[in-house]
């Protein structure tokens, strides 16, 4: 007889809870997330625009550097 409490995926509750904040996502959360998507979003908006490559990424790149320093210098992350 089997006393295991994992589920249907093998995990066992304690181990889920460790991979699975429950907690929604911080500001520089989403920095981290806005950096790839202006990236993204720049490369799309440069074909349908016809922009050269170079532009696009300098755009992007500027925009990636503000979110940056934004994240780092003026909200810099705090304990607690």
Same mark, same amino acid.
């Given at each position: 007889? #089997? =006393?295991?409490? !994992?589920?249907?995926?093998?995990?066992?509750?304690?181990?889920?809870?460790?991979? /699975?904040?429950?907690q #929604?996502?911080? +500001?520089? !959360? $989403?920095?981290? %997330?806005?950096?790839?998507a /202006?990236?993204?979003?720049?490369?799309? =908006? %440069? *074909?349908? $625009? !016809?922009? #050269?490559? +170079?532009?696009a990424? =300098?755009? *992007? #790149?500027?925009?990636? *550097?503000? *979110?940056?320093? !934004? %994240?780092?210098?003026?909200?810099?992350? =705090? +304990?607690?």
């Amino acid at each position: 007889m #089997s =006393t295991r409490t !994992d589920g249907p995926d093998g995990f066992g509750g304690q181990f889920f809870e460790q991979l /699975v904040p429950r907690q #929604s996502p911080t +500001r520089h !959360d $989403l920095v981290l %997330a806005v950096i790839p998507a /202006v990236f993204l979003l720049t490369l799309v =908006t %440069a *074909a349908v $625009l !016809d922009l #050269s490559f +170079r532009t696009a990424i =300098t755009g *992007a #790149s500027l925009v990636g *550097a503000v *979110a940056v320093v !934004d %994240a780092l210098f003026l909200h810099p992350p =705090t +304990r607690g």
